[in-house]
């Protein structure tokens, strides 16, 4: 071997020693599948069943669009969230308004005001302080009925909002509003005065039309925005939130409508974790029998499955008589409903409008009117209205005209499978029922939701607040305000909506139990909307999860996104 060959195969061997001797960086073309494992960012992928067109979910009236809710809960900040029991714990906000601790305040002259301060690292996305300028001029924002989108009703209860200091607001109320300590009621999280007070002076009808409630949003929760797609949205870490770095670098959110592509994706790895209402009871059970110790399955009592009537305009006109509205709710076997869509999960029929385990419904001393499954007392009210059956079983009003009762639904599987099986049953007790599912991109066509005949099938019903989001007379969606409000069965009775009043501005819990009773007695007998049962809400989690689904019992999926900061994945 010649001297150069030689030095060549010295300088050869040096260069490799001194690469194989010098530190690496982990995750370097050099490093062991280990070292390359643990540089990885810490990424998930999660799957909503909807098509989101936002972050925020007051930008989603009545929740048309499934899953927004949840994908809130990862980017979006409020001064105060509710913890497992419904009660308020804060987020931006130092403390939650009370009466022992004195940011809660009832005055002499029967008004009443809270302060809020927040805490003191809280920042916007774009690293902006958040300040109490930011907190009046969303008050300004959830009390403008010219913004129908944004307007929030209980702040008709708001005499002012007066800025203390950079970082403490105090509002005051022109009488007892017992969720005051909820900060904006209407879940309108805090808006920057910076980027949306130009918009607001100038156009108001604009406001809800800027690319900042999706693509361009800047909050103050967990994640901050980094690409919204159609398909998905990508959220990255946001260092400077209130409540800690999340553990986490990067959380992409798809969305996927079909349980059967949504299933697909969770078995073969690439979606980590569903959030809010997606596969069935029955499709995630199927799904975890073939997961192979993958992943796990919990379930919370989520809330209910409803009938919503439509109580403005009424199609078929029989639809205004409560009797015939009795008629129907005790001619669905609603057992037999439940074994059909959740068996095995010990969901019961439930004997009041009021959820199981409900924190009020042991302080409710009602006389409530109770309805099981009675055919034979189904047809004798119906036929005490004059309908009488005709040679092909289908019942006729006294024209000899067929008695024609519609539902629609949403397209998701287990909605229009239970839709199903409310007009099966209708159709054996005698009434003609055709079931009908919206298409997916009419689902936030809200003129064509709430003006639909007969009745809808929606999720979402969680007792008294139930009765008073759902209920009252001044939320009718209207062609005056959008057909945002959240009242689906377009129902109104004054004296409900009195007793709504009352129960809002009652802060003594027993005295206000007492006014709840009542409303929950006005409601189940003249029921403009059937609860059917409590739906069981499955998540599914990949077993490379840490941290994501609450240990104990009693969550709601709300819950799982509720810290989303604390979401981790396993390095092994």
Same mark, same amino acid.
């Given at each position: 071997?010649?001297?150069?060959?030689?030095?060549?195969?010295?300088?050869?061997?040096?260069?490799?020693?001194?690469?194989?001797?010098?530190?690496?960086?982990?995750?370097?073309?050099?490093?062991?599948?280990?070292?390359?494992?643990?540089?990885?960012?810490?990424?998930?992928?999660?799957?909503?069943?909807?098509?989101?067109?936002?972050?925020?979910?007051?930008?989603?009236?009545?929740?048309?669009?499934?899953?927004?809710?949840?994908?809130?809960?990862?980017?979006?900040?409020?001064?105060?969230?509710?913890?497992?029991?419904?009660?308020?714990?804060?987020?931006?906000?130092?403390?939650?308004?009370?009466?022992?601790?004195?940011?809660?305040?009832?005055?002499?002259?029967?008004?009443?005001?809270?302060?809020?301060?927040?805490?003191?690292?809280?920042?916007?996305?774009?690293?902006?302080?958040?300040?109490?300028?930011?907190?009046?001029?969303?008050?300004?924002?959830?009390?403008?009925?010219?913004?129908?989108?944004?307007?929030?009703?209980?702040?008709?209860?708001?005499?002012?909002?007066?800025?203390?200091?950079?970082?403490?607001?105090?509002?005051?109320?022109?009488?007892?509003?017992?969720?005051?300590?909820?900060?904006?009621?209407?879940?309108?999280?805090?808006?920057?005065?910076?980027?949306?007070?130009?918009?607001?002076?100038?156009?108001?009808?604009?406001?809800?039309?800027?690319?900042?409630?999706?693509?361009?949003?800047?909050?103050?929760?967990?994640?901050?925005?980094?690409?919204?797609?159609?398909?998905?949205?990508?959220?990255?870490?946001?260092?400077?939130?209130?409540?800690?770095?999340?553990? #986490? /670098?990067?959380?992409?959110? @798809?969305?996927?409508? %079909?349980?059967?592509?949504?299933? +697909? =994706?969770?078995?073969?790895?690439? *979606?980590?974790?569903?959030?809010?209402?997606?596969?069935?009871?029955?499709?995630?059970?199927?799904?975890?029998?073939?997961?192979?110790?993958?992943?796990?399955?919990?379930?919370?009592?989520?809330?209910?499955?409803?009938?919503?009537?439509?109580?403005?305009?009424?199609?078929?006109?029989?639809?205004?008589?409560?009797?015939?509205?009795?008629?129907?709710?005790?001619?669905?076997?609603?057992?037999?409903?439940?074994?059909?869509?959740?068996?095995?999960?010990?969901?019961?029929?439930?004997?009041?409008?009021?959820?199981?385990?409900?924190?009020?419904?042991?302080?409710?001393?009602?006389?409530?009117?109770?309805?099981?499954?009675?055919?034979?007392?189904?047809?004798?009210? #119906? /036929?005490?209205?004059?309908? @009488?059956?005709?040679? %092909?079983?289908?019942?006729?009003? +006294? =024209?000899?005209?067929?008695?024609? *009762?519609?539902?629609?639904?949403?397209?998701?599987?287990?909605?229009?499978?239970?839709?199903?099986?409310?007009?099966?049953?209708?159709?054996?007790?005698?009434?003609?029922?055709?079931?009908?599912?919206?298409?997916?991109?009419?689902?936030?066509?809200?003129?064509?939701?709430?003006?639909?005949?007969?009745?809808?099938?929606?999720?979402?019903?969680?007792?008294?607040?139930?009765?008073?989001?759902?209920?009252?007379?001044?939320?009718?969606?209207?062609?005056?305000?959008?057909?945002?409000?959240?009242?689906?069965?377009?129902?109104?009775?004054?004296?409900?909506?009195?007793?709504?009043?009352?129960?809002?501005?009652?802060?003594?819990?027993?005295?206000?139990?007492?006014?709840?009773?009542?409303?929950?007695?006005?409601?189940?007998? %003249?029921?403009?909307?059937?609860?059917?049962?409590?739906?069981?809400?499955?998540?599914?989690?990949?077993?490379?999860?840490?941290?994501?689904?609450?240990?104990?019992?009693?969550?709601?999926?709300?819950?799982?996104?509720?810290?989303?900061?604390?979401?981790?994945?396993?390095?092994?």
């Amino acid at each position: 071997m010649g001297r150069k060959s030689l030095l060549v195969n010295v300088i050869v061997v040096l260069s490799f020693l001194a690469v194989a001797c010098a530190p690496q960086k982990a995750g370097g073309l050099d490093a062991t599948p280990a070292q390359q494992k643990a540089a990885a960012p810490k990424r998930i992928v999660a799957a909503i069943m909807g098509n989101a067109n936002t972050v925020v979910n007051k930008m989603n009236p009545a929740n048309y669009v499934a899953g927004i809710d949840t994908l809130q809960l990862l980017t979006v900040g409020f001064l105060v969230r509710n913890d497992r029991s419904g009660n308020p714990v804060p987020q931006l906000a130092q403390d939650v308004p009370s009466l022992q601790n004195g940011l809660w305040k009832l005055l002499p002259d029967g008004g009443m005001e809270t302060t809020w301060k927040l805490r003191p690292n809280a920042t916007w996305h774009d690293g902006t302080p958040m300040t109490a300028e930011d907190l009046a001029f969303t008050y300004a924002i959830a009390r403008d009925a010219e913004i129908p989108t944004l307007f929030d009703t209980s702040t008709r209860l708001v005499d002012s909002v007066e800025v203390i200091d950079p970082t403490s607001i105090k509002v005051h109320y022109k009488g007892p509003f017992i969720d005051a300590d909820k900060a904006f009621p209407g879940a309108l999280p805090p808006l920057p005065k910076h980027l949306l007070e130009a918009t607001y002076l100038s156009d108001k009808t604009a406001l809800t039309n800027l690319p900042y409630w999706s693509s361009a949003y800047v909050g103050s929760g967990p994640f901050k925005v980094k690409e919204f797609l159609p398909d998905k949205v990508t959220l990255t870490a946001y260092d400077q939130y209130v409540l800690g770095r999340p553990l #986490l /670098e990067e959380v992409e959110v @798809q969305f996927i409508t %079909d349980p059967n592509t949504l299933s +697909a =994706n969770l078995l073969a790895g690439s *979606v980590d974790l569903t959030l809010g209402r997606t596969l069935s009871f029955d499709q995630a059970k199927q799904l975890v029998d073939h997961w192979s110790g993958s992943g796990r399955m919990l379930t919370a009592q989520s809330w209910s499955y409803n009938l919503y009537a439509q109580m403005l305009d009424p199609d078929p006109q029989v639809l205004a008589n409560a009797q015939f509205r009795k008629a129907l709710y005790v001619g669905m076997d609603r057992e037999g409903m439940i074994e059909a869509n959740q068996p095995g999960t010990g969901t019961v029929v439930p004997t009041t409008i009021l959820p199981p385990n409900h924190p009020e419904l042991q302080s409710l001393e009602t006389e409530a009117t109770r309805y099981g499954y009675d055919p034979r007392r189904a047809a004798q009210q #119906l /036929e005490g209205l004059g309908f @009488q059956k005709g040679a %092909d079983g289908f019942y006729r009003d +006294a =024209n000899n005209s067929p008695l024609e *009762v519609p539902i629609l639904s949403s397209p998701e599987d287990a909605q229009w499978k239970l839709a199903q099986t409310v007009a099966s049953q209708w159709q054996a007790l005698g009434v003609k029922t055709s079931a009908e599912a919206y298409p997916p991109q009419r689902a936030s066509d809200a003129e064509y939701i709430n003006t639909r005949p007969g009745f809808i099938l929606r999720g979402g019903w969680n007792g008294v607040p139930s009765i008073v989001s759902f209920l009252r007379g001044s939320d009718i969606p209207l062609p005056a305000n959008k057909f945002n409000g959240l009242n689906v069965s377009r129902y109104t009775n004054s004296n409900l909506d009195t007793l709504i009043g009352r129960y809002q501005s009652t802060i003594p819990v027993p005295d206000r139990m007492q006014v709840a009773s009542q409303m929950v007695r006005i409601v189940e007998e %003249d029921l403009p909307t059937y609860v059917l049962f409590f739906r069981v809400e499955p998540t599914l989690a990949s077993s490379r999860l840490i941290g994501v689904v609450p240990e104990g019992a009693g969550y709601t999926t709300a819950d799982i996104s509720n810290q989303a900061q604390l979401w981790d994945v396993t390095r092994a």
